[in-house]
């Protein structure tokens, strides 16, 4: 897939993103997404509303300071944290933020998600790191927190709240948020008739290379 080169190809994948984590659950209305914008210390991220119906003008655009700089919709309070994040990690350019229902079960539980499929597996391998205080991140010191817990991974959950996914474009974040929820629910189900069995290492190893790219997602998807 060719790099985003224009504000207006990043809206207008913003707003894709959005209406394709709706389509599959992961988002209602309090949710985010952001993307940088090239050439600029700037990223736009979608305000609060129906995320199956916002469209690329609806973006609110937002300085690295966190002001409010464009758009008809004041942006979300959560814009500080992808504002941190950004600020943080150079090679983060999308940031998606759900409210997943399987994959806010886990860790709810103290449980980590087993890798019982291949799509999906290789986002389960590290420990998640979890914010475990039960607030909101509106606050510098809880944002940093959750910045420090991030580091230099690609997914970062807040208790009772919800699961940041961060990536090079937003392709990966996408599908990152997607694959996640799904091989969560396959293991919860799978629980109800049996002991599901993880994947053996071998198969693991070569999940990279088997594998659809995100880009290869991101075209099934938005093309539904």
Known sequence: MAPLISIKGVRERVALACHVLHRFGLVNH????????????????????DMGKIQPEDL?????????????????????LHRDIFAAR???????????????IYPAAGLSIPPVHRIGANLVEHTLPVYDVPDLIFDEEPRRAVVAL??????????????????????EALAAAIHRERLAELHHRALQLGRPRPLPAYVLERLPEELPSAGEWWDYWTGL
């Open 90 to 104: 150079s090679d983060v350019q999308a940031i998606v933020h759900t409210h997943e229902t399987y994959g806010r």
């Open 150 to 171: 991030l580091g230099q991974g690609n997914i970062v959950h807040e208790r009772a709240h919800g699961t940041d996914f961060v990536a090079t474009n937003i392709e």
């Open 30 to 49: 309090l949710e985010h997404v952001s993307h940088r914008l090239p050439g600029q210390d700037r990223f736009v991220i979608s305000p609060r509303g």
């Open 60 to 80: 609110a655009t937002v300085d690295l300071s966190g002001n409010w700089v464009e758009g008809p919709l004041p942006p979300p309070p959560f814009r500080f």
